[in-house]
């Protein structure tokens, strides 16, 4: 079994994080992209330890992406997007997913999200290990009532079971629980520094998919930020360097090709009683007396 173990690891290890619209490590939310919003992320996964290139380097390959909102509709949403983690043999991997957002279909209804992520392009064999993981998820959410934020619970399912054996050899996780929480928005509204938010997230599962994250993401502006903090692996046998911890450090841009609406005027203000302009009084017929 340790003969056959090594290189799963290698191509796990290249491809634990391909990116839906996610909220830390997991795509624990059940949030889209808007119509014709590309969204941008660089995101880097990394950890003290022999430099990059070197045996037993704590270092994710590089992940560039693209996610863009595809359906012009209210109720119904649905994002696609691809990834590059370079360097690799095969960087590139796909994903979608499609949603309700929140009340949209009865009052306090939660926003639900079901999709697809991991989807490489090259295939497993029963002698060569590929790209095709598969991850079928689903995910319901909702803001937190008078306090902002949201708690989201969910969970998902691989299509290919040889790209989730654990690293030790105890067998296959190709399902498990999927959750994340984010916290309200926190003010800054420093001319360099919009907001920033705390949230945390987990996917379950002994293998390279499973771990906990939690960061704190700084918003410059509503379409440019940077998420950092701590991913936490349940399976560190089967992550570069055999690391238990990592740090991410994740840019994301979002770049809308649609011209935001214009501002609806506000409306005159209502005179008041005293500014209320006044009839034209006349004289009596005839004079006064």
């Given at each position: ?13 290249l ?13 624990s939310t059940?949030g ?9 992320t ?8 022999p ?13 560039t992406?693209l ?6 509709f209210d109720?119904?949403?649905l ?17 979608a ?7 949209k ?33 689903a995910q319901?959410?909702?803001?937190i ?24 050899g ?16 926190i ?23 499973g771990?906990?994250?939690g ?8 379409k440019?930020?940077?998420?950092t903090?701590?991913?936490?692996f ?14 991410t450090?994740q840019?994301d ?31 009596a017929?005839?004079g006064?007396?």
């Open positions: 079994m340790k003969k056959t173990a090594l290189p799963l690891l290698v191509l796990t290890a491809a634990a994080h391909a990116t839906p619209t996610t909220t830390v490590w997991a795509p059940t889209i992209q808007p119509f014709l919003t590309p969204h941008l660089y995101d880097t996964y990394f950890w003290k330890g430099a990059a290139g070197q045996a037993g380097s704590p270092l994710y390959p590089i992940t992406g996610t863009m909102g595809v359906l012009p109720s119904v949403q994002e696609v997007g691809f990834d590059l983690l370079l360097p690799s043999s095969d960087p590139a991997l796909f994903n997913k499609v949603g309700v957002p929140e009340d279909l009865f009052s306090f209804q939660p926003s639900l999200a079901f999709g697809i992520y991991g989807v490489g392009t090259k295939k497993s064999t029963d002698t060569t290990l590929g790209t095709d993981y598969n991850i079928l998820y319901a959410q909702h803001s009532p008078g306090v902002g934020g949201f708690v989201s619970v969910g969970g998902y399912y691989a299509l290919q079971d040889k790209l989730f054996q654990a690293s030790d105890s067998g296959t996780a190709r399902s498990g629980f999927i959750g994340g929480i984010g916290s309200p928005d003010a800054i509204n420093a001319p360099w520094l919009q907001k920033i938010v705390v949230s945390a997230d987990v996917q379950t599962g002994k293998n390279a998919f771990a906990f994250g960061a704190v993401s700084v918003y410059f502006t509503d440019v930020s940077v998420l903090g701590p991913v936490y349940f399976d560190p046998g089967s992550q570069p360097g055999g690391k238990q911890w990592m740090w450090m840019l841009i979002d770049m809308p090709l649609l011209p935001t609406p214009a501002a609806a005027p506000a409306p005159a203000p209502a005179a008041t009683k005293a500014e209320a302009p006044q009839p034209e009084t006349k004289p017929a005839g006064s007396k």
